[in-house]
């Protein structure tokens, strides 16, 4: 194809063609035409709210079906926020009162803690490299460098209990050496308690060991999936209402819907 070949003049796009047309006051026939034209689009609108709004009015219908199953998925999360709330009994099993000795917390940063429990030496110093953030500096994670909880888990402890424990009592040691830090820091007195069994009191809801700090992750773990379920349940009861809305507004705008229909039937007819 040569470059000389006239290009074919630019076509306007469907809609705009339509909007020229319908411009067209000179050619009252192609007005008429177009005024039919939208008016039976508007009749198609019209006739979707209507059928939506009998529907609506039918004792069958989408959104009582769906409020059915709402209802149904409510009632099983109700039964599991009864269930959740049930406390279960957790393991516990007591520790011996040895005593908790030795203990020392320097007097300058980078802070060392130590203490010992019976033959068992337990060591944290500060990590050293601060770290920024936002501007503020962070105190330092205190890091475990020496002793074992399981070289004092008791003996007598079997089996898979005995794992449990003896996650419980590193997470306790950890949490108290951590308070002996924070009580240096904030210049208070150091929170010292005397036997090694003071670590891992009982929970007075579940039964099971908490930490030195009465921190239960058992009645915490309990807490947090009972919000879950109870934010689940807030939830359906919104959609649910939702539905009933909208079926509501859909019955209660059929009648003018129908007038509106009527109206346009009647424009309709004028056109014929
Ligand atoms: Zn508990």
């Known amino acids: ?47 979707f709210d209507i059928d939506q709004g009998e529907l609506a ?27 959740a709330r049930v406390i279960g009994p957790q393991p516990y099993v007591a520790l011996p009162s040895i005593a908790i000795e030795d203990v020392a917390v320097s007097e300058v940063e980078p802070y060392e803690v130590s203490f010992r429990i019976g033959a068992e030496r337990f060591r944290w110093q500060e990590k050293l490299d601060w770290i920024e953030r936002g501007g503020i500096l962070a105190q330092p994670v205190l890091e475990q460098v020496g002793g074992s909880a399981a070289a004092i888990v008791p003996e007598n402890v079997a089996g898979e209990f005995r794992d449990d424990l003896q996650t419980h009592l590193s997470d306790s040691l950890n949490a108290y050496a951590t308070m ?7 210049e208070e007195t150091l929170p010292l308690i005397a036997t090694y069994d003071q670590l891992l009191p009982p929970c007075p809801t579940c039964g099971g060991w908490m930490d030195v700090k009465g921190h239960c992750n058992a009645c915490a773990a309990r807490k947090v999936h009972e919000q879950d379920l109870l934010h689940e349940r807030q939830h359906l009861m919104k959609e649910r209402s939702a539905e009933a809305e909208e079926r509501h507004r859909l019955a209660e705008r059929l009648p003018l819907a129908r007038k509106r229909m009527a109206d346009l039937e009647r424009e309709l007819a004028s056109l014929m």
């Open 1 to 47: 194809m040569s470059d000389n070949t006239p290009k074919p003049k630019p076509q306007l796009p469907p809609h705009m063609q339509r909007l020229v047309r319908d411009r067209n006051i000179d050619d009252p026939q192609a007005a008429a035409e177009s005024r039919r034209a939208a008016l039976e689009r508007r009749r198609m609108a019209i006739q």
């Open 57 to 83: 009015q039918e004792p069958e219908n989408p959104w009582t079906h769906r409020i059915v199953l709402l209802t149904e998925a409510l009632a099983n999360v109700e039964s599991e926020i009864q269930a």
């Open 180 to 186: 002996l830090r924070d009580a240096r820091l904030n």
